[in-house]
Protein backbone atom coordinates (compact mmCIF):
# COMPACT_ATOMS: atom_id res chain seq x y z
CA UNK A 1 0.00 0.00 0.00
CA UNK A 2 1.39 3.24 -1.04
CA UNK A 3 -0.11 7.57 -0.96
CA UNK A 4 1.48 8.50 -4.48
CA UNK A 5 0.84 10.69 -7.07
CA UNK A 6 0.07 9.06 -10.24
CA UNK A 7 -0.35 10.73 -13.29
CA UNK A 8 -3.56 10.28 -15.73
CA UNK A 9 -2.97 7.98 -18.60
CA UNK A 10 -6.55 8.91 -20.05
CA UNK A 11 -9.99 9.63 -18.35
CA UNK A 12 -12.56 8.68 -20.88
CA UNK A 13 -16.55 8.66 -21.40
CA UNK A 14 -17.25 5.04 -21.68
CA UNK A 15 -21.05 5.26 -21.39
CA UNK A 16 -23.61 7.87 -21.06
CA UNK A 17 -22.10 9.09 -17.09
CA UNK A 18 -19.95 6.67 -16.89
CA UNK A 19 -15.76 7.34 -17.45
CA UNK A 20 -13.03 5.01 -17.26
CA UNK A 21 -9.93 6.25 -16.28
CA UNK A 22 -6.22 4.61 -16.08
CA UNK A 23 -3.37 6.05 -13.85
CA UNK A 24 0.00 4.81 -14.07
CA UNK A 25 1.32 3.51 -10.71
CA UNK A 26 3.93 0.76 -11.07
CA UNK A 27 3.71 0.32 -7.04
CA UNK A 28 -0.66 -0.41 -7.03
CA UNK A 29 -0.81 -2.58 -10.49
CA UNK A 30 2.04 -5.06 -9.33
CA UNK A 31 -0.18 -5.28 -5.82
CA UNK A 32 -3.95 -5.27 -6.29
CA UNK A 33 -5.91 -8.23 -5.91
CA UNK A 34 -9.50 -8.26 -7.56
CA UNK A 35 -11.94 -6.45 -4.66
CA UNK A 36 -9.47 -4.13 -3.76
CA UNK A 37 -10.15 -0.03 -4.15
CA UNK A 38 -7.93 2.76 -4.44
CA UNK A 39 -8.81 6.21 -2.03
CA UNK A 40 -8.23 9.05 -4.68
CA UNK A 41 -8.48 13.25 -3.98
CA UNK A 42 -9.98 14.43 -6.43
CA UNK A 43 -8.58 17.83 -6.24
CA UNK A 44 -6.46 19.85 -4.31
CA UNK A 45 -9.68 21.73 -2.57
CA UNK A 46 -11.31 21.59 0.60
CA UNK A 47 -14.81 20.96 -1.12
CA UNK A 48 -15.47 18.13 -1.77
CA UNK A 49 -12.87 17.27 1.23
CA UNK A 50 -12.56 13.74 1.88
CA UNK A 51 -11.34 11.07 -0.56
CA UNK A 52 -13.29 8.97 -2.87
CA UNK A 53 -12.76 5.05 -2.77
CA UNK A 54 -13.45 3.35 -6.48
CA UNK A 55 -13.13 -0.38 -7.38
CA UNK A 56 -9.98 -1.45 -8.71
CA UNK A 57 -11.31 -2.09 -12.34
CA UNK A 58 -8.21 -3.92 -13.59
CA UNK A 59 -4.54 -3.65 -13.98
CA UNK A 60 -2.67 -3.33 -17.14
CA UNK A 61 -1.55 -6.39 -19.45
CA UNK A 62 2.45 -7.22 -19.91
CA UNK A 63 1.91 -8.16 -23.19
CA UNK A 64 0.45 -4.65 -23.93
CA UNK A 65 2.83 -3.14 -22.38
CA UNK A 66 0.62 -1.93 -19.91
CA UNK A 67 1.65 -3.46 -16.68
CA UNK A 68 2.27 -0.35 -14.77
CA UNK A 69 -1.42 0.48 -15.62
CA UNK A 70 -4.53 0.73 -13.06
CA UNK A 71 -8.28 1.53 -14.34
CA UNK A 72 -10.94 3.08 -12.26
CA UNK A 73 -14.26 2.78 -13.55
CA UNK A 74 -16.75 5.04 -12.24
CA UNK A 75 -20.52 6.88 -12.42
CA UNK A 76 -20.80 10.57 -11.97
CA UNK A 77 -22.61 10.94 -8.82
CA UNK A 78 -21.68 13.69 -7.27
CA UNK A 79 -19.48 16.71 -7.17
CA UNK A 80 -16.25 14.90 -6.48
CA UNK A 81 -16.72 12.69 -9.47
CA UNK A 82 -17.79 15.11 -11.76
CA UNK A 83 -14.35 16.45 -10.72
CA UNK A 84 -12.79 13.59 -11.45
CA UNK A 85 -14.32 13.36 -14.76
CA UNK A 86 -12.78 16.26 -16.03
CA UNK A 87 -9.25 15.50 -14.87
CA UNK A 88 -7.03 15.43 -17.88
CA UNK A 89 -4.46 13.28 -19.09
CA UNK A 90 -0.64 13.68 -17.55
CA UNK A 91 -2.23 15.36 -14.87
CA UNK A 92 -1.68 13.96 -11.35
CA UNK A 93 -3.48 12.66 -8.77
CA UNK A 94 -3.42 11.41 -5.24
CA UNK A 95 -4.04 8.25 -4.91
CA UNK A 96 -3.66 5.71 -2.02
CA UNK A 97 -3.90 2.03 -2.38
CA UNK A 98 -4.11 -0.66 -3.16
CA UNK A 99 -6.79 -1.22 -0.01
CA UNK A 100 -8.81 -3.63 1.91
CA UNK A 101 -9.73 -7.48 0.81
CA UNK A 102 -10.44 -8.66 -2.16
CA UNK A 103 -12.45 -11.53 -3.58
CA UNK A 104 -11.32 -14.84 -1.76
CA UNK A 105 -9.28 -16.26 -5.39
CA UNK A 106 -8.78 -19.84 -5.82
CA UNK A 107 -5.26 -20.59 -4.95
CA UNK A 108 -5.91 -24.91 -5.72
CA UNK A 109 -8.43 -26.38 -7.35
CA UNK A 110 -9.67 -28.19 -3.52
CA UNK A 111 -9.46 -24.15 -1.36
CA UNK A 112 -12.02 -23.44 -4.38
CA UNK A 113 -14.87 -23.36 -2.55
CA UNK A 114 -13.63 -21.52 0.90
CA UNK A 115 -14.78 -23.91 4.04
CA UNK A 116 -15.49 -26.45 2.01
CA UNK A 117 -12.45 -28.41 1.25
CA UNK A 118 -13.05 -31.41 3.42
CA UNK A 119 -15.36 -32.24 0.69
CA UNK A 120 -14.97 -30.64 -1.95
CA UNK A 121 -12.65 -33.81 -3.82
CA UNK A 122 -15.26 -36.37 -3.22
CA UNK A 123 -17.62 -33.86 -4.10
CA UNK A 124 -15.56 -33.01 -7.59
CA UNK A 125 -14.97 -37.22 -8.58
CA UNK A 126 -19.07 -37.64 -8.39
CA UNK A 127 -20.39 -34.74 -9.71
CA UNK A 128 -20.51 -34.34 -13.67
CA UNK A 129 -21.45 -30.90 -12.52
CA UNK A 130 -18.78 -28.09 -13.34
CA UNK A 131 -17.28 -26.30 -10.76
CA UNK A 132 -19.02 -22.77 -11.76
CA UNK A 133 -17.23 -19.04 -10.38
CA UNK A 134 -20.67 -16.60 -11.02
CA UNK A 135 -20.21 -13.14 -11.13
CA UNK A 136 -23.35 -10.82 -10.74
CA UNK A 137 -22.82 -7.08 -11.19
CA UNK A 138 -25.28 -3.87 -11.08
CA UNK A 139 -24.70 -0.89 -12.88
CA UNK A 140 -21.19 0.21 -12.67
CA UNK A 141 -20.58 -2.25 -9.70
CA UNK A 142 -19.16 -3.84 -12.41
CA UNK A 143 -16.21 -2.41 -11.96
CA UNK A 144 -14.43 -5.01 -10.05
CA UNK A 145 -15.67 -7.95 -11.50
CA UNK A 146 -13.74 -7.59 -14.72
CA UNK A 147 -10.18 -7.88 -13.07
CA UNK A 148 -11.69 -10.59 -11.28
CA UNK A 149 -13.09 -11.94 -14.07
CA UNK A 150 -9.74 -12.13 -15.42
CA UNK A 151 -7.95 -13.41 -12.34
CA UNK A 152 -9.99 -16.30 -12.70
CA UNK A 153 -9.63 -16.62 -16.22
CA UNK A 154 -5.80 -17.19 -15.47
CA UNK A 155 -6.64 -19.68 -13.11
CA UNK A 156 -9.05 -21.76 -15.77
CA UNK A 157 -6.38 -21.67 -18.02
CA UNK A 158 -3.05 -22.02 -16.22
CA UNK A 159 -3.60 -23.56 -12.38
CA UNK A 160 -6.36 -26.82 -13.05
CA UNK A 161 -4.46 -29.66 -12.85
CA UNK A 162 -4.23 -32.57 -15.41
CA UNK A 163 -6.43 -34.77 -13.16
CA UNK A 164 -9.07 -32.41 -14.09
CA UNK A 165 -11.03 -32.81 -17.04
CA UNK A 166 -11.33 -30.02 -19.29
CA UNK A 167 -14.34 -27.45 -18.69
CA UNK A 168 -14.65 -28.20 -15.11
CA UNK A 169 -14.53 -24.69 -14.06
CA UNK A 170 -16.62 -22.05 -15.74
CA UNK A 171 -17.07 -18.44 -15.47
CA UNK A 172 -20.72 -17.35 -15.79
CA UNK A 173 -21.23 -13.38 -15.99
CA UNK A 174 -24.37 -11.82 -15.22
CA UNK A 175 -24.24 -8.29 -15.58
CA UNK A 176 -27.64 -5.76 -14.72
CA UNK A 177 -28.06 -1.84 -15.99
CA UNK A 178 -31.09 0.32 -16.64
CA UNK A 179 -31.03 0.18 -20.17
CA UNK A 180 -29.32 -0.86 -22.85
CA UNK A 181 -27.05 1.96 -23.04
CA UNK A 182 -25.81 1.29 -19.69
CA UNK A 183 -24.42 -1.96 -20.00
CA UNK A 184 -20.92 -1.87 -18.89
CA UNK A 185 -18.19 -3.76 -19.69
CA UNK A 186 -20.24 -6.03 -21.95
CA UNK A 187 -17.34 -6.90 -24.98
CA UNK A 188 -14.67 -7.22 -21.87
CA UNK A 189 -17.01 -10.09 -19.73
CA UNK A 190 -17.64 -11.81 -23.14
CA UNK A 191 -14.12 -12.10 -23.64
CA UNK A 192 -13.17 -13.33 -20.21
CA UNK A 193 -16.29 -15.32 -19.19
CA UNK A 194 -17.81 -18.56 -20.96
CA UNK A 195 -20.61 -16.95 -20.36
CA UNK A 196 -22.62 -13.55 -20.09
CA UNK A 197 -26.11 -12.76 -19.51
CA UNK A 198 -27.60 -9.62 -19.68
CA UNK A 199 -30.37 -8.12 -17.82
CA UNK A 200 -32.21 -4.28 -18.31
CA UNK A 201 -35.11 -2.51 -16.42
CA UNK A 202 -36.84 -2.08 -19.49
CA UNK A 203 -36.08 -4.86 -21.73
CA UNK A 204 -34.11 -2.64 -24.26
CA UNK A 205 -31.32 -5.71 -24.36
CA UNK A 206 -31.39 -9.36 -22.25
CA UNK A 207 -33.78 -10.12 -19.57
CA UNK A 208 -36.40 -7.24 -18.69
CA UNK A 209 -36.39 -7.12 -15.34
CA UNK A 210 -33.08 -7.15 -12.47
CA UNK A 211 -30.24 -9.38 -12.89
CA UNK A 212 -31.24 -11.30 -9.17
CA UNK A 213 -34.19 -12.72 -11.76
CA UNK A 214 -31.27 -14.45 -13.52
CA UNK A 215 -29.09 -15.50 -10.92
CA UNK A 216 -32.05 -17.68 -9.68
CA UNK A 217 -32.40 -19.21 -13.10
CA UNK A 218 -29.09 -19.99 -13.21
CA UNK A 219 -28.57 -21.30 -9.57
CA UNK A 220 -31.34 -23.62 -10.20
CA UNK A 221 -29.43 -25.41 -12.65
CA UNK A 222 -25.98 -25.57 -11.33
CA UNK A 223 -24.80 -27.45 -8.75
CA UNK A 224 -24.74 -24.66 -5.93
CA UNK A 225 -22.10 -26.67 -4.12
CA UNK A 226 -19.32 -26.46 -6.40
CA UNK A 227 -20.22 -23.12 -7.33
CA UNK A 228 -19.35 -19.57 -5.82
CA UNK A 229 -21.20 -16.46 -5.84
CA UNK A 230 -19.30 -12.94 -6.34
CA UNK A 231 -21.36 -10.11 -6.16
CA UNK A 232 -21.00 -6.37 -6.92
CA UNK A 233 -23.43 -3.58 -7.06
CA UNK A 234 -25.81 -1.75 -5.01
CA UNK A 235 -26.50 -2.99 -1.59
CA UNK A 236 -29.91 -3.34 -2.24
CA UNK A 237 -28.87 -5.58 -5.11
CA UNK A 238 -25.93 -7.59 -2.24
CA UNK A 239 -29.27 -7.93 0.33
CA UNK A 240 -31.43 -9.42 -2.24
CA UNK A 241 -28.96 -11.78 -3.28
CA UNK A 242 -27.51 -12.91 0.31
CA UNK A 243 -31.17 -13.82 -0.18
CA UNK A 244 -30.82 -16.22 -2.66
CA UNK A 245 -27.34 -17.77 -1.78
CA UNK A 246 -29.24 -19.06 1.75
CA UNK A 247 -31.86 -20.37 -0.69
CA UNK A 248 -29.55 -22.04 -3.17
CA UNK A 249 -27.13 -22.54 -0.03
CA UNK A 250 -24.34 -20.94 -2.49
CA UNK A 251 -20.59 -19.56 -0.97
CA UNK A 252 -21.23 -15.49 -1.62
CA UNK A 253 -18.85 -12.88 -1.67
CA UNK A 254 -20.27 -9.45 -2.41
CA UNK A 255 -18.34 -6.00 -2.31
CA UNK A 256 -19.78 -3.89 -0.16
CA UNK A 257 -20.24 -0.05 -0.36
CA UNK A 258 -20.56 2.70 2.52
CA UNK A 259 -19.07 6.48 3.57
CA UNK A 260 -15.79 5.65 3.69
CA UNK A 261 -13.65 8.34 5.44
CA UNK A 262 -10.24 7.47 6.06
CA UNK A 263 -10.05 4.63 4.01
CA UNK A 264 -7.25 2.93 6.03
CA UNK A 265 -9.43 1.43 9.16
CA UNK A 266 -8.38 3.77 11.53
CA UNK A 267 -11.66 5.90 11.80
CA UNK A 268 -14.57 3.18 11.70
CA UNK A 269 -17.04 5.69 10.09
CA UNK A 270 -17.60 3.06 7.59
CA UNK A 271 -19.36 0.20 9.74
CA UNK A 272 -21.71 -2.28 8.37
CA UNK A 273 -23.60 -4.56 11.25
CA UNK A 274 -21.84 -8.49 10.77
CA UNK A 275 -22.52 -11.84 12.58
CA UNK A 276 -18.93 -10.55 14.49
CA UNK A 277 -20.46 -6.72 15.37
CA UNK A 278 -20.01 -3.81 13.44
CA UNK A 279 -16.63 -4.35 10.92
CA UNK A 280 -15.07 -1.90 8.87
CA UNK A 281 -16.06 -1.99 5.07
CA UNK A 282 -12.88 -0.49 4.23
CA UNK A 283 -10.28 -2.46 6.25
CA UNK A 284 -11.77 -5.87 6.82
CA UNK A 285 -14.07 -5.58 3.33
CA UNK A 286 -14.71 -4.13 1.15
CA UNK A 287 -15.23 -7.74 0.19
CA UNK A 288 -17.21 -10.13 3.12
CA UNK A 289 -18.77 -12.92 2.95
CA UNK A 290 -22.63 -11.74 2.28
CA UNK A 291 -23.57 -15.03 4.88
CA UNK A 292 -21.89 -12.45 7.48
CA UNK A 293 -23.84 -9.45 6.64
CA UNK A 294 -26.68 -8.58 9.20
CA UNK A 295 -28.24 -5.94 6.59
CA UNK A 296 -30.22 -3.40 9.49
CA UNK B 1 21.07 27.84 11.00
CA UNK B 2 18.43 25.23 11.80
CA UNK B 3 15.48 25.97 14.45
CA UNK B 4 14.05 24.75 17.36
CA UNK B 5 10.38 23.31 16.55
CA UNK B 6 10.42 20.80 20.21
CA UNK B 7 7.79 21.89 22.61
CA UNK B 8 6.83 20.48 26.20
CA UNK B 9 3.24 19.25 27.04
CA UNK B 10 3.08 18.49 31.09
CA UNK B 11 5.79 16.13 31.36
CA UNK B 12 6.34 15.44 27.83
CA UNK B 13 8.89 16.59 26.27
CA UNK B 14 7.64 16.59 22.24
CA UNK B 15 10.32 17.04 19.03
CA UNK B 16 7.85 19.17 17.17
CA UNK B 17 4.09 20.51 17.62
CA UNK B 18 1.89 18.44 15.37
CA UNK B 19 0.54 15.88 16.70
CA UNK B 20 -2.54 13.56 15.21
CA UNK B 21 -5.73 13.58 17.07
CA UNK B 22 -7.87 11.18 18.55
CA UNK B 23 -9.98 8.67 16.41
CA UNK B 24 -8.37 9.89 13.36
CA UNK B 25 -4.49 7.65 13.02
CA UNK B 26 -6.40 4.38 14.53
CA UNK B 27 -5.10 3.06 18.40
CA UNK B 28 -2.76 -0.01 16.89
CA UNK B 29 0.08 0.26 13.83
CA UNK B 30 -2.58 1.14 11.42
CA UNK B 31 -0.79 3.68 9.86
CA UNK B 32 2.74 1.77 9.89
CA UNK B 33 2.54 1.05 6.00
CA UNK B 34 1.75 4.96 5.41
CA UNK B 35 3.97 7.30 8.03
CA UNK B 36 7.29 7.74 9.62
CA UNK B 37 5.71 8.18 13.26
CA UNK B 38 9.37 8.81 14.16
CA UNK B 39 8.43 12.58 12.31
CA UNK B 40 5.46 12.89 14.35
CA UNK B 41 5.03 14.97 17.88
CA UNK B 42 2.68 12.78 19.06
CA UNK B 43 0.10 10.01 18.26
CA UNK B 44 -2.88 10.50 20.30
CA UNK B 45 -4.89 7.75 19.79
CA UNK B 46 -8.55 6.60 19.53
CA UNK B 47 -10.49 6.81 22.22
CA UNK B 48 -10.09 3.63 24.87
CA UNK B 49 -13.25 2.57 27.52
CA UNK B 50 -13.68 0.35 30.09
CA UNK B 51 -15.42 -2.15 28.56
CA UNK B 52 -15.71 -2.85 24.45
CA UNK B 53 -17.94 -0.67 22.91
CA UNK B 54 -19.96 -1.70 19.44
CA UNK B 55 -20.38 2.03 18.53
CA UNK B 56 -23.63 3.71 16.67
CA UNK B 57 -25.88 2.51 13.92
CA UNK B 58 -24.54 3.64 10.17
CA UNK B 59 -24.41 5.35 8.47
CA UNK B 60 -21.66 6.93 10.77
CA UNK B 61 -19.81 9.45 8.38
CA UNK B 62 -21.19 12.10 6.01
CA UNK B 63 -19.49 15.16 4.20
CA UNK B 64 -20.43 18.14 4.59
CA UNK B 65 -19.30 21.45 3.30
CA UNK B 66 -15.32 21.46 3.75
CA UNK B 67 -16.28 19.48 6.53
CA UNK B 68 -17.53 15.74 8.26
CA UNK B 69 -20.19 14.55 10.43
CA UNK B 70 -19.20 11.46 12.11
CA UNK B 71 -20.92 9.83 14.73
CA UNK B 72 -18.94 6.49 15.59
CA UNK B 73 -19.61 6.08 18.74
CA UNK B 74 -16.21 5.18 20.26
CA UNK B 75 -16.37 1.49 18.75
CA UNK B 76 -13.29 0.04 20.40
CA UNK B 77 -11.92 -3.22 22.51
CA UNK B 78 -11.90 -1.93 25.61
CA UNK B 79 -8.97 -1.33 28.21
CA UNK B 80 -8.02 -4.75 28.54
CA UNK B 81 -7.87 -5.70 24.77
CA UNK B 82 -5.87 -2.33 24.68
CA UNK B 83 -2.59 -3.04 26.78
CA UNK B 84 -2.87 -6.55 25.79
CA UNK B 85 -2.62 -6.53 21.96
CA UNK B 86 -2.62 -2.71 20.96
CA UNK B 87 0.37 -1.69 23.07
CA UNK B 88 2.59 -3.99 21.84
CA UNK B 89 2.00 -2.76 18.12
CA UNK B 90 2.31 0.80 19.98
CA UNK B 91 5.64 0.16 20.88
CA UNK B 92 7.15 0.07 17.76
CA UNK B 93 5.81 3.18 16.73
CA UNK B 94 8.83 5.70 17.75
CA UNK B 95 6.58 8.61 18.93
CA UNK B 96 5.17 9.66 22.18
CA UNK B 97 2.04 7.77 22.58
CA UNK B 98 -0.60 10.10 24.07
CA UNK B 99 -3.95 7.55 25.51
CA UNK B 100 -7.24 8.83 24.88
CA UNK B 101 -9.76 7.92 27.61
CA UNK B 102 -13.75 8.29 27.66
CA UNK B 103 -15.56 6.83 30.13
CA UNK B 104 -19.64 6.86 31.55
CA UNK B 105 -18.84 7.63 34.99
CA UNK B 106 -16.09 9.76 37.08
CA UNK B 107 -15.33 6.27 38.46
CA UNK B 108 -15.16 4.60 34.89
CA UNK B 109 -12.24 7.30 34.06
CA UNK B 110 -9.93 6.96 37.57
CA UNK B 111 -9.97 2.83 36.54
CA UNK B 112 -8.98 3.55 32.94
CA UNK B 113 -6.65 6.14 34.57
CA UNK B 114 -5.13 3.93 36.91
CA UNK B 115 -4.99 0.52 34.27
CA UNK B 116 -2.62 2.92 31.62
CA UNK B 117 -0.95 4.54 34.75
CA UNK B 118 1.33 1.19 34.73
CA UNK B 119 2.08 1.12 30.69
CA UNK B 120 5.03 3.03 30.58
CA UNK B 121 4.61 3.40 26.57
CA UNK B 122 2.01 5.67 27.51
CA UNK B 123 3.15 9.32 27.77
CA UNK B 124 0.41 11.09 28.83
CA UNK B 125 -3.41 10.81 29.20
CA UNK B 126 -6.23 12.65 27.24
CA UNK B 127 -9.33 13.08 28.82
CA UNK B 128 -12.18 12.98 26.21
CA UNK B 129 -15.00 14.56 28.12
CA UNK B 130 -16.22 15.68 25.01
CA UNK B 131 -17.47 13.17 22.55
CA UNK B 132 -20.59 14.42 21.12
CA UNK B 133 -21.78 10.77 20.46
CA UNK B 134 -21.91 8.82 23.66
CA UNK B 135 -24.33 9.28 26.20
CA UNK B 136 -22.65 10.24 29.69
CA UNK B 137 -23.89 9.83 33.29
CA UNK B 138 -27.71 9.21 34.49
CA UNK B 139 -29.43 11.52 31.97
CA UNK B 140 -27.09 10.86 29.34
CA UNK B 141 -28.03 14.55 27.85
CA UNK B 142 -25.25 16.65 28.83
CA UNK B 143 -21.19 16.13 27.74
CA UNK B 144 -18.75 16.12 30.96
CA UNK B 145 -17.80 19.18 29.20
CA UNK B 146 -20.48 21.10 29.18
CA UNK B 147 -20.74 21.37 32.91
CA UNK B 148 -18.00 23.03 35.09
CA UNK B 149 -18.33 20.76 38.06
CA UNK B 150 -18.54 17.24 35.69
CA UNK B 151 -15.52 18.48 34.29
CA UNK B 152 -13.94 19.33 37.66
CA UNK B 153 -14.77 15.57 39.08
CA UNK B 154 -13.62 13.76 36.20
CA UNK B 155 -10.22 15.74 35.66
CA UNK B 156 -9.43 15.40 39.32
CA UNK B 157 -10.54 11.75 40.02
CA UNK B 158 -7.70 11.31 36.98
CA UNK B 159 -5.27 13.39 38.41
CA UNK B 160 -5.33 11.70 41.64
CA UNK B 161 -4.93 8.50 39.90
CA UNK B 162 -1.75 9.13 37.96
CA UNK B 163 1.51 10.09 37.63
CA UNK B 164 1.37 10.87 33.82
CA UNK B 165 0.57 14.29 32.14
CA UNK B 166 -3.43 15.04 31.97
CA UNK B 167 -4.71 16.68 29.11
CA UNK B 168 -8.16 17.71 29.11
CA UNK B 169 -9.96 17.55 25.33
CA UNK B 170 -12.95 19.90 25.62
CA UNK B 171 -15.79 20.20 23.66
CA UNK B 172 -16.97 23.72 21.38
CA UNK B 173 -20.61 22.77 22.68
CA UNK B 174 -20.41 25.35 25.45
CA UNK B 175 -21.28 28.99 26.26
CA UNK B 176 -18.44 29.86 28.07
CA UNK B 177 -15.52 27.50 27.18
CA UNK B 178 -13.02 29.92 29.64
CA UNK B 179 -15.47 28.35 32.21
CA UNK B 180 -14.75 25.06 31.63
CA UNK B 181 -10.67 25.46 31.00
CA UNK B 182 -10.92 27.28 34.36
CA UNK B 183 -12.46 23.81 36.01
CA UNK B 184 -10.00 21.38 34.13
CA UNK B 185 -7.05 23.82 35.89
CA UNK B 186 -8.22 23.87 39.23
CA UNK B 187 -8.69 20.07 39.43
CA UNK B 188 -4.54 19.65 37.77
CA UNK B 189 -5.12 19.46 34.53
CA UNK B 190 -1.68 19.63 32.49
CA UNK B 191 -2.57 20.48 29.42
CA UNK B 192 -5.62 21.56 27.99
CA UNK B 193 -6.70 20.22 24.15
CA UNK B 194 -9.52 21.81 22.43
CA UNK B 195 -11.98 21.89 20.83
CA UNK B 196 -13.72 18.12 19.90
CA UNK B 197 -16.32 18.43 16.95
CA UNK B 198 -19.46 20.32 17.27
CA UNK B 199 -22.78 18.83 17.59
CA UNK B 200 -23.88 18.84 13.70
CA UNK B 201 -26.31 17.16 11.35
CA UNK B 202 -27.66 16.44 7.71
CA UNK B 203 -30.53 15.89 6.54
CA UNK B 204 -31.74 13.63 2.85
CA UNK B 205 -34.44 16.36 2.14
CA UNK B 206 -36.37 12.79 -0.60
CA UNK B 207 -36.32 10.23 2.36
CA UNK B 208 -36.78 13.37 5.11
CA UNK B 209 -34.76 11.17 7.21
CA UNK B 210 -31.17 12.35 9.17
CA UNK B 211 -28.13 11.24 6.81
CA UNK B 212 -26.82 9.61 10.04
CA UNK B 213 -27.94 6.47 11.70
CA UNK B 214 -27.51 8.35 15.20
CA UNK B 215 -29.69 11.21 13.76
CA UNK B 216 -26.67 13.85 15.11
CA UNK B 217 -22.95 14.08 15.33
CA UNK B 218 -19.91 15.64 15.92
CA UNK B 219 -18.74 18.34 12.78
CA UNK B 220 -15.44 18.65 11.76
CA UNK B 221 -13.02 19.70 8.99
CA UNK B 222 -12.07 22.85 7.73
CA UNK B 223 -15.66 24.76 8.26
CA UNK B 224 -15.24 24.59 11.96
CA UNK B 225 -11.42 26.21 12.18
CA UNK B 226 -12.70 29.73 12.40
CA UNK B 227 -14.39 28.73 15.78
CA UNK B 228 -12.29 26.52 17.21
CA UNK B 229 -9.31 29.33 16.67
CA UNK B 230 -11.72 31.30 18.16
CA UNK B 231 -12.11 29.03 21.40
CA UNK B 232 -8.06 28.01 21.67
CA UNK B 233 -7.35 31.77 21.76
CA UNK B 234 -10.02 32.54 24.43
CA UNK B 235 -8.42 30.06 26.75
CA UNK B 236 -5.26 30.46 25.50
CA UNK B 237 -5.09 34.18 26.85
CA UNK B 238 -7.32 33.30 29.92
CA UNK B 239 -5.90 29.75 31.25
CA UNK B 240 -1.90 29.21 32.21
CA UNK B 241 -1.61 25.67 30.93
CA UNK B 242 0.24 25.08 27.40
CA UNK B 243 -3.36 24.33 24.93
CA UNK B 244 -3.60 21.66 22.31
CA UNK B 245 -5.18 23.24 19.59
CA UNK B 246 -7.57 21.76 16.76
CA UNK B 247 -10.37 22.15 14.72
CA UNK B 248 -10.00 21.69 10.52
CA UNK B 249 -6.22 21.94 10.07
CA UNK B 250 -5.19 20.91 7.26
CA UNK B 251 -1.90 23.24 6.41
CA UNK B 252 1.02 25.19 8.14
CA UNK B 253 -0.99 28.04 7.73
CA UNK B 254 -3.74 26.94 9.45
CA UNK B 255 -1.50 25.60 12.15
CA UNK B 256 0.58 29.13 12.53
CA UNK B 257 -2.99 30.74 12.99
CA UNK B 258 -3.32 28.45 16.01
CA UNK B 259 0.34 29.09 17.35
CA UNK B 260 -0.25 32.64 16.75
CA UNK B 261 -3.08 32.62 19.21
CA UNK B 262 -2.01 30.90 21.73
CA UNK B 263 -1.92 26.71 21.25
CA UNK B 264 1.97 25.34 22.17
CA UNK B 265 0.94 22.84 19.89
CA UNK B 266 -1.56 21.45 17.24
CA UNK B 267 -3.42 18.40 16.37
CA UNK B 268 -4.41 17.61 13.30
CA UNK B 269 -7.58 15.34 13.05
CA UNK B 270 -10.09 15.18 9.56
CA UNK B 271 -6.92 16.48 8.08
CA UNK B 272 -5.33 12.87 8.30
CA UNK B 273 -8.14 11.57 6.28
CA UNK B 274 -7.39 14.23 3.55
CA UNK B 275 -4.23 13.61 3.09
CA UNK B 276 -2.30 11.26 5.95
CA UNK B 277 1.36 12.63 5.38
CA UNK B 278 -0.08 16.54 5.93
CA UNK B 279 1.98 16.29 9.17
CA UNK B 280 5.02 16.64 6.99
CA UNK B 281 4.08 19.45 5.13
CA UNK B 282 3.06 21.29 8.29
CA UNK B 283 6.14 20.30 10.73
CA UNK B 284 7.86 21.78 7.46
CA UNK B 285 5.77 24.74 6.59
CA UNK B 286 6.28 25.78 10.38
CA UNK B 287 10.01 25.43 9.87
CA UNK B 288 9.86 27.78 7.10
CA UNK B 289 7.76 30.47 8.59
CA UNK B 290 10.00 30.31 11.42
CA UNK B 291 13.30 30.98 9.08
CA UNK B 292 11.58 33.41 7.36
CA UNK B 293 10.58 35.62 10.44
CA UNK B 294 14.06 35.12 11.74
CA UNK B 295 12.82 33.25 14.79
CA UNK B 296 14.89 30.23 15.89
CA UNK B 297 12.48 28.60 18.29
CA UNK B 298 8.51 27.59 17.98
CA UNK B 299 8.04 28.87 21.54
CA UNK B 300 8.95 32.51 20.49
CA UNK B 301 5.65 32.07 18.65
CA UNK B 302 3.13 30.55 20.79
CA UNK B 303 0.63 33.23 21.35
CA UNK B 304 2.48 36.23 19.73
CA UNK B 305 -1.10 37.88 18.66
CA UNK B 306 -0.62 41.32 18.36
CA UNK B 307 -3.93 43.13 19.08
Redesign the interface.
Known amino acids: ?3 TKVKIVSNLQVAPGHFKMILDSPEIAREAVPGQFIHV ?1 VNEE ?6 RPFSIHNTGHKSQGTSNQVEILYKIRGKATDILSGRKSKELL ?1 V ?1 GPLGNGFPLPEHPFDYAQGKQSTLSTMLRASRAPVTSILVAGGFGVAPLVFLAERLREFQIQKVPACWPAGKIKIIALVGARTKNNILCEKELINLCDEVKIATDDGSCGHKGVVTDLLKELLSTIDCRLSTLYASGPNFMLREIKGIAKIFKILSFGSLE ?2 I ?13 TTE ?2 ERVC ?1 DGPVFNLEEIVW ?1 | MGVNLSVEIGKLKLKNPVLVAS ?4 YDD ?2 E ?2 IKFERLGALIT ?1 TITLKPR ?2 N ?7 T ?4 L ?1 S ?1 GL ?1 NEGIEDFIKNKIPQLRRIKAPIIVSIAGERIEDYAELAKSLDRVKEVGALEINISCPNVEYGEEGECLFAQDVYMTYGVVKAVRETTGKTVIAKLSPNVTNIVAIAQAAYDAGADVLSLVNTFFGMAVDIEKRKPKL ?1 NISGGLS ?2 AIKPAALYMVYKVARAIKLPVIGMGGI ?1 SAKDALEFIISGANAVAIG ?1 G ?6 VYLEIISGIEEYLKKNKLTDVKELAGTLSE
Open positions: MVQRLDPLLRDIENACGLGSCFGCAVRGYKE | GTFGTYELKQGVPPRNVEPSGMNIQGGPITNFVNPQ
